[in-house]
């Protein structure tokens, strides 16, 4: 079995030809699983993991869209996955909660129960391994559409940033992002994952 984790690289702005840094959106998602891959690099697990860096979200989701043809077609055995699409956004609240999205509905209903069970999951270990507040939202948008239309449980992490005045601009620079929401947020997708993919 595995557990798939991904992220976009590409990034957008008003002008994007001229400067997209991305910062955030979505760099913190990469930066997240790659440190992520390198604490858990040395660990043995019952399930795989698989990472990817998605190109074309920006424009349509085209990268995971055609990743999850290949899983599709290859009948890769994905036990779940899960989406990284912003993570260090510096919110005016500093209480603000992190998303744990999952899936409730959209194209394959087959796959919600074990989305949410998942969602849960990672509810609680945010509780135990983080200082964050969370909140709990459907999946909307991202890498993780085409792999919930394939039959996937899909479950996600996002910081609420596309409500920000740097997204999908040229602001969206390191100096801006909240490095310690980051840190929060990476702690937990390790917790995800390792939990998971279960330690052998």
Same mark, same amino acid.
């Given at each position: 079995?595995?557990?798939?984790?991904?992220?976009?690289?590409?990034?957008?702005? $008003?002008?994007?030809?001229?400067?997209?840094?991305?910062?955030?959106?979505?760099?913190?998602?990469? !930066?997240?699983?790659? $440190?992520?891959?390198?604490?858990?690099? /040395?660990?043995?697990?019952?399930?795989?993991?698989?990472?990817?860096?998605?190109?074309?979200?920006?424009? /349509? *989701? @085209? /990268?995971?869209?055609?990743?999850?043809?290949?899983?599709?077609?290859?009948?890769?055995?994905?036990?779940?996955?899960?989406?990284?699409?912003? *993570?260090?956004?510096?919110?005016?609240?500093?209480? !603000?909660?992190?998303?744990?999205?999952?899936?409730?509905?959209?194209?394959?209903?087959?796959?919600?129960?074990?989305?949410?069970?998942?969602?849960?999951?990672?509810?609680?270990?945010?509780?135990?391994?983080?200082? *964050?507040?969370?909140?709990?939202?459907? @999946?909307?948008?991202?890498?993780?559409?085409?792999?919930?239309? !394939?039959?996937?449980?899909? @479950?996600?992490?996002?910081?609420?940033?596309?409500?920000?005045?740097?997204?999908?601009?040229?602001?969206?620079?390191? $100096?801006?992002?909240?490095?310690?929401?980051?840190?929060?947020?990476?702690? *937990?997708?390790?917790? @995800?994952?390792?939990?998971?993919?279960?330690?052998?």
């Amino acid at each position: 079995e595995v557990i798939l984790v991904g992220g976009h690289l590409d990034t957008t702005s $008003e002008n994007p030809a001229v400067s997209a840094p991305g910062a955030n959106d979505n760099g913190s998602g990469i !930066a997240a699983m790659l $440190e992520a891959l390198r604490i858990l690099s /040395g660990q043995a697990f019952t399930r795989q993991i698989v990472a990817v860096g998605f190109t074309g979200e920006e424009q /349509g *989701l @085209i /990268g995971s869209a055609r990743c999850a043809a290949v899983a599709t077609q290859q009948r890769w055995p994905v036990e779940l996955m899960v989406n990284l699409d912003m *993570l260090g956004y510096r919110p005016p609240n500093p209480a !603000a909660p992190l998303f744990i999205e999952y899936d409730q509905g959209n194209a394959t209903p087959a796959n919600n129960a074990a989305a949410e069970a998942y969602g849960q999951m990672a509810v609680a270990l945010a509780g135990q391994h983080t200082s *964050l507040a969370t909140a709990q939202t459907d @999946i909307w948008d991202s890498d993780y559409m085409p792999f919930e239309a !394939a039959g996937f449980p899909c @479950i996600g992490l996002y910081d609420g940033g596309a409500s920000g005045p740097p997204y999908h601009t040229s602001g969206d620079v390191p $100096e801006l992002m909240d490095v310690g929401r980051l840190e929060q947020a990476t702690r *937990l997708l390790v917790a @995800i994952m390792a939990t998971a993919a279960e330690l052998a």
